[in-house]
């Protein structure tokens, strides 16, 4: 399988951002088609509870167990066992994603609309919430984090997390998925994945004799493969959810300034996740892309899941897109509105302080994508297929609701008072008027 991406080359023409969406295709996934197999599974765990939720886990991640929870005991061992190098990485992830979240609480917000009328809006956490964290093609104690703090620093009062059972592990999540909820104080975590386990958080599970197990919670949020997504799509409205995850990817939009050696090194580095990633240069310079295709299949031969990388950047979702300048190559960025963008050209700050759509920026030739992935303090679970040009990424903001507080006096009341009947009439709904007027009768 070669590693050279196909080229689209757009030089030369003027393409409207309607059509200029569709250049780059997005991988192959049809949330809708897994909707129709994750609706049984949802429906049988609304129904039947933890025997359902143990039933799929057999089928699906070759496990028989007795129990959902995680005993305290494994999670605490789990911290224990963690390489310390290990542990001292995800502290200092912590702490940074800790700093970064705590910057973001919205302060409540009071305006005075009239003399005597207010209306505040206050920021209140949802009071439980159910975290994803995935773990079947890889693990991702780092998502754990991106998950756990944000919702901390909202002040979200009940948190549990989820994360698939793994047979090598005697049906526990992966231990760095354990100790990573351990340094983060969290003792509610489940070993369930895929649909079950959304649904599980959904509608809560009990056990056949009644006794309730699982909470339900208010909010799902995580990443995870076709079946999670389709999942959360299926239970949004019992719950709240964060944005679909679908497969990552990463756009860069880099000019002649750009060293190819490092362009291609974080194109592979998204590429590793899945076969499905996508990675997309955007670029004026042939002269670069010519040097990223040879530093491509150096590279994708020397690391360790060439294979997965080798598929992904054969994909019909990966591609080099030549533009004309950098300025064309905003617009096409902007339209394919990637999850992870990379701005590596002259004057990086000022071309990405114009990005529009995009989950998260990496700007100039320090800010790697996989620095965003683990270390920046950014949050990493973010709006994939496109959807950034809708969605941000996660956040305090996934975890609270604004919540409109109206305090008019009599005054205040009695001023307005005519335009509101003259509304309630327009609508022929004279009541809303009448409870108005009847104040003042
Ligand atoms: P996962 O935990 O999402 O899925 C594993 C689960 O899928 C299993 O527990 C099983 O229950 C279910 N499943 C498997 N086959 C099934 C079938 N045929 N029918 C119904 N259910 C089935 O783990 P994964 O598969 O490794 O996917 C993780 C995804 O999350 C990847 O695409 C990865 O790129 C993505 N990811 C995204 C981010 C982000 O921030 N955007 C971060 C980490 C991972």
Not at 42 to 60: D, H, M, N, S, W
Not at 67 to 91: F, H, K, N, Q, T
Request: hydrophobic share 45%; net charge negative.
């Amino acid at each position: 399988m070669t590693t050279t991406l196909r080229r689209i080359d757009l030089r030369g023409r003027d393409l409207d951002p309607v059509t200029l969406r569709g250049v780059v295709p997005r991988a192959e996934l049809d949330v809708s088609a897994a909707v129709d197999a994750v609706r049984p599974i949802c429906e049988a765990v609304r129904e039947r509870g933890t025997a359902a939720v143990l039933e799929y886990t057999e089928r699906f991640d070759g496990v028989r167990l007795t129990s959902l929870r995680v005993p305290a005991a494994a999670i605490g061992a789990a911290l224990a066992a963690l390489d310390p190098a290990v542990r001292a990485a995800l502290e200092e992830t912590i702490r940074r994603v800790r700093t970064v979240q705590r910057g973001l609480r919205r302060e409540d917000s009071v305006t005075r609309v009239v003399p005597g009328g207010t209306v505040t809006e206050r920021w209140v956490p949802v009071r439980r919430v159910g975290l994803y964290v995935p773990g079947g093609i890889a693990v991702y104690p780092s998502s754990v984090v991106m998950n756990v703090v944000p919702a901390q620093e909202a002040g979200v009062a009940s948190i549990a997390v989820t994360s698939p059972a793994q047979r090598e592990f005697g049906g526990l999540p992966h231990p760095t998925v354990l100790a990573a909820c351990a340094l983060l104080g969290v003792d509610e975590v489940y070993s369930a994945g895929g649909a079950q386990a959304v649904a599980m958080f959904a509608y809560g599970a009990r056990d056949a004799d009644g006794t309730l197990v699982v909470a339900p919670v208010d909010v799902v949020t995580g990443p995870g493969n076709v079946y999670v997504a389709a999942a959360k799509r299926y239970v949004q409205g019992v719950v709240g959810i964060d944005a679909e995850a679908g497969p990552t990817d990463i756009a860069v939009l880099a000019d002649d300034t750009a060293d190819a050696a490092h362009v291609a090194a974080d194109l592979i580095s998204q590429a590793e996740h899945d076969t499905l990633a996508a990675a997309v240069l955007v670029t004026p310079s042939q002269r670069l892309a010519d040097a990223v295709d040879a530093e491509l299949a150096a590279q994708v031969a020397a690391t360790k899941h060439s294979e997965r990388i080798r598929a992904a950047l054969a994909g019909r979702q990966s591609a080099v897109v030549l533009v004309d300048d950098v300025e064309a190559g905003l617009a096409v960025v902007d339209a394919y509105a990637a999850e992870h963008l990379e701005v590596q050209t002259a004057d990086a700050r000022a071309v990405a302080a114009r990005v529009r759509n995009a989950g998260a920026v990496f700007v100039g030739p320090h800010s790697p994508v996989s620095l965003g992935d683990y270390c920046a303090g950014s949050n990493h679970i973010l709006p994939t297929g496109g959807s950034a040009c809708h969605s941000g990424g996660l956040g305090v903001q996934t975890f609270l609701r604004g919540i409109h507080v109206v305090d008019y006096s009599a005054e205040a009341l009695r001023e307005v008072a005519g335009h509101v009947v003259a509304l309630a009439e327009a609508e022929d709904l004279p009541a809303h008027g009448q409870a108005v007027t009847a104040r003042f009768a």
